[in-house]
């Protein structure tokens, strides 16, 4: 059985995995992510390489990463929490280092490959992808296949426009990561009560309606709003078998139930709109990336057991 090098570069870990075809973990680890100095940042990823060809025989490395991945050139484009990583070629550098073919992929782009191969989505061909989080991003994907656009920016959702105001000329746009994002709400709910963001997270704005804040409560209630109406609209845009809700906000166990909710009032006033969005949260957490990381590796070089 072939067993492969599977990285998940984040802003404050890089997570590490050996994985073999079917996509059971071997081995898996964590170093602290090197932010600047490009030179740490490849030895430490190379070290955990050497590493584990010392134990198996490893054939290709995949990669989850960051900002806007160029999977053809190796290239990733953009900027992230690692400024180190924009710029170098990753397929030259690392596949000449170890000897090894490299693939690489877009962070997002891989959570929702792992969903595809072993998730949520796993009968589905045409599927949104949509990561709930500081910002709101995702993917898209066709036919078993992430669309990247002529841009790298497919599915970048959270820059669609929810709302204009035109005050004498002043335009205020604000985006679906504006208002529905978590990082929204924690900003909206701070203001309000006279905090600094960094004193409040998700989880507390969440336990204040618990002790009868309504504040609070309205604007989790307007989140959640945000969220459908987000949904409603890349439903009709690409109109997928199904969307798939990640992010740390979706381990909430009335999360799927609280938008369900609001869509069926939006729906309720839309006479034309027939086909309600089938929605459902990611089955995988930590593991999203590494296993679509691998996925990707597996499609791109023709290997892939379904």
Not at 199 to 228: H, P, R, S, W
Not at 259 to 282: D, N, T, W
Request: charged residues 25%; aromatic residues 8%.
């Amino acid at each position: 059985m072939k067993h492969y090098m599977v990285f998940d570069i984040g802003g404050t870990h890089v997570k590490h995995a050996v994985m073999n075809e079917t996509g059971s973990f071997l081995e898996k680890g964590s170093y602290p992510s090197e932010r600047n100095d490009f030179e740490k940042f490849k030895e430490d990823l190379l070290a955990v390489v050497r590493q584990a060809k010392e134990r198996y025989e490893v054939v290709g490395i995949a990669m989850s990463c960051p900002g806007g991945v160029d999977s053809d050139s190796g290239v990733i484009g953009g900027s992230s929490a690692l400024p180190c990583i924009h710029g170098p070629n990753f397929k030259e550098v690392f596949g000449s280092e170890t000897g090894l073919p490299v693939e690489l992929e877009n962070d997002a782009n891989c959570a929702a490959l792992g969903e595809l191969w072993k998730g949520a989505a796993k009968h589905n061909r045409d599927v949104l992808f949509v990561v709930v989080g500081t910002g709101i991003g995702g993917a898209v994907v066709k036919d078993r296949k992430i669309h990247k656009g002529a841009h790298l920016h497919g599915g970048e959702f959270g820059y669609m426009i929810m709302d204009v105001r035109n005050e004498n000329g002043n335009i205020e746009c604000k985006t679906w990561s504006d208002i529905g994002a978590t990082g929204a709400l924690v900003c909206r709910v701070a203001k309000e009560k006279g905090l600094s963001v960094h004193e409040l997270n998700g989880e507390k704005v969440f336990a204040m309606t618990e002790q009868g804040d309504l504040q609070a409560q309205k604007a989790i209630d307007e989140f959640y709003f945000a969220l459908a109406r987000g949904i409603f609209n890349i439903q009709y845009v690409y109109d997928p078998e199904k969307i798939i809700l990640g992010g740390a906000i979706s381990n909430r166990e009335d999360f799927i139930e609280q938008i369900e909710k609001r869509l069926s009032l939006l729906m309720s006033h839309i006479g034309i709109a027939k086909v309600r969005p089938v929605i459902e949260k990611c089955h995988f957490k930590n593991d999203a990336n590494l296993l679509g990381a691998l996925y990707h590796y597996m499609q791109r070089r023709g290997e892939l057991i379904e």
